[in-house]
Structure formats: C-alpha cells, structure tokens
C-alpha cells in the first residue's frame, strides 16, 4: 500500500520526537515496513521516515541505490539488498564534514545545500528487533542523518539560515492559499 506523504506545515507529526518501537517482528510492522518502501520508491525517494507518513514510530528505511533514477528499470522496486531499515537508530560517531544538496518528500520542490557529518556510525534495530550496527559515508551518511532528524523532528530546512528558511515558510504559505500544497 502507497501511502501519502505528509507535507510540511500540513501536519505537526512533522515537527515531534517519535516514539520508539517497542514490538517487533509482528506482521503490523513488517507490513508497515514494507509499504514504507513501496511508498518511498513511488515518490522516488531514497529515504523515507515513519513520520512522514503519519505514523508516529523511530523507523526509517533508505536505498541510495536507486538515487537519479539512475536504473530505470529498478525504478519502483529496488533491490532488496540495498534497503535499509533502521529501528530506534542513533548515531554513535561522527566524522569529517560536507556540505550536499537535499531536499525531502515533505518539502518537494526545494533543494538546498546542508552540512553533515561525512561518515558515521548507526545503532539501531531491524524488523526482528535485533540490534546491528552500521557505518555510513557521503550520501548515504546523509540520507541517515536526515532521516534520523525525521524522528526527532528536525526537518533539512532546520539546518538553514533564519532567511532561507523564512524565505521557503513564505513560499510554501502561498502554495497553501492556492491550494498547490496538500
Ligand atoms: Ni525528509
């Protein structure tokens, strides 16, 4: 099932700290999981956390593996060992420094140069509720920070400056009264 994706400033589940995961390996979570992916590949993401579908849960799950659109006919599916589910994620380490261009599902439309860490380590849980740790440089570094933001209802657009991040409010405001933002 594809579900929607909330849109900044339409939903404050954007803006919570997420409640972590306390049941695992249920057919509700793999089911969740799932439908995380279909939802992200269809929105042509690479990241996707809970609360941007409206569900309040420490859950994110990635695959830069179909960034660009570089493989077309991956599009939409992904290959099953480039996904990656974190559950109750939090980074351990932090290394070096980057600045990359990011946009996000919840904001589409605007991209804008963020720095992050270069490379870190994740602890987190998968599916079955086992913990794994996991290390991560450049892209996807960044897509893990800033899902792992997600959770904690930090959004890309925090890391900005005051006006850019006004000057984005402002736009985004318009497109709402015109009903371009839903
Ligand atoms: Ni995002």
């Keep these: 099932m594809i579900y929607k994706v ?25 089911q969740l999981v799932e439908d995380m992916f279909e939802t992200m590949y269809s929105s042509r993401g690479i990241g996707l956390a809970a609360p941007q579908i409206d569900v309040n849960m420490r859950l994110a799950v990635a695959d830069i593996s179909v960034a660009d659109g570089d493989d077309e006919d991956e599009a939409g599916k992904g290959n099953p060992e480039d996904r990656i589910v974190l559950i109750n994620p939090r980074i351990t380490s932090k290394d070096g420094r980057v600045s990359g261009e990011e946009g996000c599902l919840s904001i589409p439309g605007f991209r804008e140069p963020v720095s992050r860490a270069k490379k870190i380590v994740v602890r987190a849980q998968d599916v ?9 440089e450049d892209l996807l570094a960044r897509v893990f920070q800033h899902e792992i933001d997600h959770l904690n209802g930090v959004l890309f657009i925090n890391h900005l400056s005051s006006l850019k991040r006004d000057l984005i409010r402002r736009k985004i405001r318009k497109m709402m ?6």
Excluded: M
């Design 128 to 136: 079955r509720g086992d913990a794994f740790e996991i290390e991560a």
């Design 177 to 182: 009264k015109a009903g371009e933002w839903e």
């Design 6 to 30: 909330v849109r900044y400033l339409n939903n404050p589940i954007l803006e919570r700290v997420a409640d972590p995961v306390t049941e695992f390996d249920t057919p509700e979570l793999h």
